[in-house]
């Protein structure tokens, strides 16, 4: 494993919450995404939903060297190619691609494959993803993590869908990773409430602190 890729997954891990960032304009998912590095969080998963989505992900790695900036909803290899040239530090899927992960197996990106079931997850990990993102998390249930752990302890899970600060402490009790936050994050944002995201952020900042100092 290259020491960028071990570097990154370091990073993913150490920023605990992941706030998942869609909007309908470059602008705006930049501000949003930059709201919530100001309340704290050091993981952003910019999706590629949003226009010029490389070029958002290029302008936020020069900005925050020490967090990552990921790629979220990539369903295709060019796009993979496009984010990962811009600097994406992790490639994320809504489902397991195999495409996608020999492509970021070759450039030694983390890849995050969206799973649901055992047999998304054996691929997943047979693939080379080092962590697979629960998804939907609110469908599963923390419970699911500690199932999973029987035929497979090794897996890495990042639940992501549904992930609230109510439920945080469950997901980390349950042997979560990392987790991924999204509307419940930065859903003000959509309507230009900028400082609430920044709020959002801090309050979960706070939480995950809570969690992992207890």
């Not at 897996?155 to 469950?170: A, E, I, R, S, Y």
Request: glycine fraction near 10%; aromatic fraction near 6%.
């Amino acid at each position: 494993m290259s020491m960028n890729r071990l570097n990154s997954l370091k990073k993913i891990v150490d920023a605990g919450i992941i706030a998942v960032v869609r909007a309908e304009t470059p602008e705006k998912a930049e501000a949003i995404s930059k709201a919530a590095i100001k309340g704290g969080v050091t993981g952003i998963e910019l999706t590629f939903t949003v226009p010029h989505a490389d070029q958002v992900i290029g302008r936020l790695t020069k900005e925050l060297p020490n967090g990552v900036i990921g790629a979220g909803t990539v369903l295709d290899t060019t796009s993979t190619r496009l984010a990962i040239m811009a600097g994406a530090g992790y490639i994320v899927s809504p489902t397991f691609d195999a495409d996608i992960a020999k492509l970021c197996n070759l450039y030694q990106v983390p890849y995050l494959p969206g799973c649901s079931t055992m047999s998304e997850m054996q691929k997943a990990l047979e693939g080379g993803s080092d962590i697979v993102k629960l998804f939907p998390a609110v469908v599963a249930g923390p419970s699911m993590i500690k199932e999973l752990h029987g035929p497979f302890p090794q897996m890495n899970v990042m639940p992501t869908g549904g992930v609230n600060l109510d439920n945080l402490q469950d997901w980390f009790d349950a042997g979560a990773v990392c987790a991924g936050a999204s509307g419940n994050l930065v859903g003000p944002g959509a309507a230009g409430d900028y400082d609430q995201v920044t709020e959002n952020a801090k309050a979960y900042m706070k939480k995950l602190n809570a969690i992992r100092n207890k």
